[in-house]
């Protein structure tokens, strides 16, 4: 008995320890979060100063709510945001379901084509694409903003592989209703994609969310100007408010936390509802 006692101590152990190295990398990874929070409510004067502030202040959120015109950034980051990843997830799944289910010449190639776009970053066609949007006349607009993010190969491709492991006999019972490839995807294909669908529209929104390059870029209008955008105007030549740019950053970050929140439980929904096993 005490060998039996000695050789179940062993796991128990293991598993001890691994629960402590586990808690102790999570401290790490929140502490700086933890850090950044807290010194949104110390005074200015105490911002590099470790510990609990000598008093909580709204000071700083206050001022970038009033001083700073940081509610339309916020708005126009959730516009563009919306927007895109609304239109995105309908083409991309149009997009994907041909490239799944429809049979033409060439496809492969096709989907080869687009998937390889995702080699090249935004740095690389950064003037061609500001040279095409200047033609069209869409700088310092919404369109400008919106459209050039709307394709990304990545959508396509995460739900082309997903639409190839939906049973195609539910889309054969719809085809002797005498459906045609439209309402089956839009009858039993999307509704099916639910859980695939709910995970890219959070990668979408946070994608443009923290939209940065192409924004700055295509805007000039202080009134366009998206929520990154304007956090980087926060930050002066010889100097910083640091206060006033940690509470924008906090600021910021809530709808994203929001955003990520309300699709991880949407996601759970729809894969519970979605009639796969």
Sequence with gaps: MPSESRTAGGPRRRIGLRAVVAYLIALLTVAPLLWLVLTVFKPAEEVFRNGLPSRFTLDNIRYVLTEVPFGRY?????????????VALILHSMAAYALARL????????????VSTLLVSLPVILVPLFLVVRE??????????ILPAIFHAFGIFLLRQYYLNLPRELEEAADLDGCGYFHRWWRIVLPLSRPALASLAVLFFLANWNAFLWPVTATRDPDLRMVQVG????????????????????????????AFLAGQRRLVEAIKTSGLK
């Design 74 to 86: 916020l708005f126009n980051s959730a516009l563009v945001s919306l927007v895109v990843t609304g």
């Design 103 to 114: 049979r033409f010449p060439g496809r492969t190639v096709f989907f080869y084509g687009i």
């Design 136 to 145: 069209l006349g869409l700088l310092d607009t919404y369109a400008g903003l």
């Design 231 to 258: 956090i980087s105007t926060l930050q002066g030549q010889y100097g910083s408010a640091w206060n006033h740019l940690l509470a924008a950053t906090v600021i910021a970050a809530v709808p994203t936390v929001i």
